[in-house]
């Protein structure tokens, strides 16, 4: 399995690369990559990818740069955990009738959509506590707990 390279290392062959193109006997930037590569022992394929990501850094060549695509793969990230946030409340509301379904009904949901969801996404969308839960560790047929603790109560909530 490959390693990662100090983020120092990156930065020093990048440099060594884009010197050698900005002279007058420039070849091209694979040739470079290539010949640069086999000193420093990295594949010239990887060293010519770290030459494109430091352009587009820079901002020389058109394309997202590295924090853009990070913050990308981030709000994408929570864009799916709201998505599930809202499968979840979808379901619980089409199953559970009432404000705070009773402790039965809430065993019964967590049981049938803990397959799809998990368990502990279900109890912190649905801010089920560990009080009831834990119990199910002890009945037979059953692997744990359906629910972890979810939240713990802040300052502002009642006890």
């Known amino acids: 399995m490959p390693s990662k390279c100090p983020e120092s290392f990156r930065a020093r062959a ?17 040739l470079v990559c290539k010949e640069i590569a086999a000193k420093l022992n990295v594949a010239p394929v990887t060293l010519d990818r770290w030459v494109e990501q430091a ?13 853009e695509l990070a913050e990308i793969r981030q709000l994408k990230r929570e864009n799916a955990k709201l998505r599930r946030a809202n499968e979840i409340l979808k379901t619980a509301s089409a199953f559970c009738s009432g404000s705070r379904p009773p402790l ?13 969801f998990g ?3 279900i109890c912190r969308v649905l801010a089920a506590t560990k009080g009831g839960f834990y119990y199910l560790a002890g009945l037979p047929g059953r692997e744990g707990p359906a629910c972890v603790e979810a939240r713990t109560p802040g300052p502002d909530t009642d006890r």
């Open 55 to 67: 352009r587009i850094d820079a901002g020389l060549t058109r394309a997202k740069a590295s924090e």
């Open 104 to 116: 039965n009904e809430m065993i019964a949901y967590i049981d049938m959509y803990r397959n799809q």
């Open 14 to 30: 990048v440099r060594l690369v884009l010197d050698r193109l900005a002279g007058d006997d420039a070849q091209s930037r694979y």
């Open 119 to 121: 368990g502990e996404p």
